[in-house]
Each structure stands twice: as C-alpha cells, then as structure tokens.
T-cell receptor, first 113, second 118 residues
Framework: DQQVKQNSPSLSVQEGRISILNCDYT??????FLWYKKYPAEGPTFLISISSIKDKNEDGRFTVFLNKSAKHLSLHIVPSQPGDSAVYFCAASEVDSSYKLIFGSGTRLLVRP | DAMVIQNPRYQVTQFGKPVTLSCSQT?????MYWYQQKSSQAPKLLFH???????NEADTPDNFQSRRPNTSFCFLDIRSPGLGDAAMYLC?????????????????FGPGTRLLVL
C-alpha cells in the first residue's frame, strides 16, 4: 500500500528546458513534503520542502507546488542543467509521526546537453 | 568531509549467515535511522534510535536488529539473511525529529551498503 507514489520512473529533458517531476499521495494526514536528490553511489540529499499550509515554495531554480485537494505535488526545475541528472525522491511526513518519512519510489531525471 | 559513513559499501553474505552493516556519523546528531531500499522501490524505514531509545517499525521483521553503542555508531544486524533481504541499506541521521523536519532540517543519508545474499 504505497502512500506516496511517483508514477513516472524516468524523465528525459533537454538542457535549458523545464523539468517537472510529479508525486501523488493518499494519506490526508501528511502535512509536510520533501524532495530528495540522489546521485549514483551517494546517499539521497535534501533538496527542497513544503508545508501543507503553503502551496508553493521556491529555492533558486527549484520550485515545489502543492495541491492539497488533489493530493499532488510537483517539483519544477527551471532551467534544467545536465548536473541535475539524478534520481529524485518525493517524501512525506504526518504530524503525529513527524520523525518518519514515507518515500516514493523515485524518478530518474536525465537532462540532455 | 563525509558526514554519514557506511561500511562496507558492498556486502556479500550467504543465505542464513548473520551479517552486520555499520554506520557512523560525524554530525553528533541525536537520531539515527536505518532504511531498506529494494530495487526500484521506495526506501522503507526499518527502525530508528533517538539517542539510546530504540524504536522499531511495526512491520520490520524480527530478523533485523540494531545496536547503537554510542552517539556516533549504529549497526544493523541481520540474523539469518534470506534472498529477499538483498537490498540497499541506507543509514540516515537527523539532529532531532518532529519540529526540525518541519523547520527545514532534514535527514542526512550515507551512501548505503548494497547487500547481496547468495
């Protein structure tokens, strides 16, 4: 029973264009969402997060959008760069179990030069 | 400047032979976590320590145990590995939990140990 779903296992984008990675969740108790980025042979590293009281959070080229009614969030990368090629994990936590992150299965992004 | 170190990076064991994976951290964080990630699946939390307080996830098999002898080190023991236990095992740390996750602080991951069971 996957509570966090990333339905696209891979995405290929041209350098300079926008990358949009999507994530859906089923648990209405989730109130905090995070994106992690993982390069080969390294552990996931934190990228950006958003609280459920917001619908958008921006950090440089990275923006996360949250649509609570649709239980959907997305990560936008603009402009995409070859160094952004990695696996991106969506994660969520709920207020009563805030130590615990529930991860999606990841989306592999390839940014073509 | 490795902050969360996992050794070994690759571990091969035999079916049923106990194996121990290790994790160390230089961040002096209170919380340490162990995740299991099978191929193309989401990382799944097995258990975590808040200082010396051990917390097991309800669906973590009894075959998996953990030890945290001090702040810096945490071990994952698999008592009788089965073929289904072949996976990437990720160690993570966080300074605290709850509030910190919401404040933007998050979990710091090691590179993982890939376990192969023959």
């Amino acid at each position: 029973d996957q509570q966090v779903k990333q339905n696209s296992p891979s995405l290929s984008v041209q350098e300079g264009r926008i990358s949009i990675l999507n994530c859906d969740y089923t648990n209405s108790m989730f109130d905090y969402f995070l994106w992690y980025k993982k390069y080969p042979a390294e552990g996931p590293t934190f990228l950006i997060s958003i609280s459920s009281i917001k619908d958008k959070n921006e950090d440089g080229r990275f923006t996360v959008f949250l649509n609570k009614s649709a239980k959907h969030l997305s990560l936008h990368i603009v402009p995409s760069q070859p160094g952004d090629s990695a696996v991106y994990f969506c994660a969520a936590s709920e207020v009563d179990s805030s130590y615990k992150l529930i991860f999606g299965s990841g989306t592999r992004l390839l940014v073509r030069p | 400047d490795a902050m969360v170190i996992q050794n070994p990076r690759y571990q091969v064991t035999q079916f049923g032979k106990p194996v121990t994976l290790s994790c160390s951290q230089t961040l002096n964080h209170n919380v340490m976590y162990w995740y299991q990630q099978k191929s193309s699946q989401a990382p799944k939390l097995l258990f975590h320590y808040y200082d010396k307080d051990f917390n097991n996830e309800a669906d973590t098999p009894d075959n998996f145990q953990s030890r945290r002898p001090n702040t810096s080190f945490c071990f994952l023991d698999i008592r009788s590995p089965g073929l289904g236990d072949a996976a990437m095992y990720l160690c993570a740390t966080s300074r605290d939990w709850g509030v910190d996750l919401r404040g933007g602080e998050t979990q710091y991951f090691g590179p993982g140990t890939r376990l192969l069971v023959l």
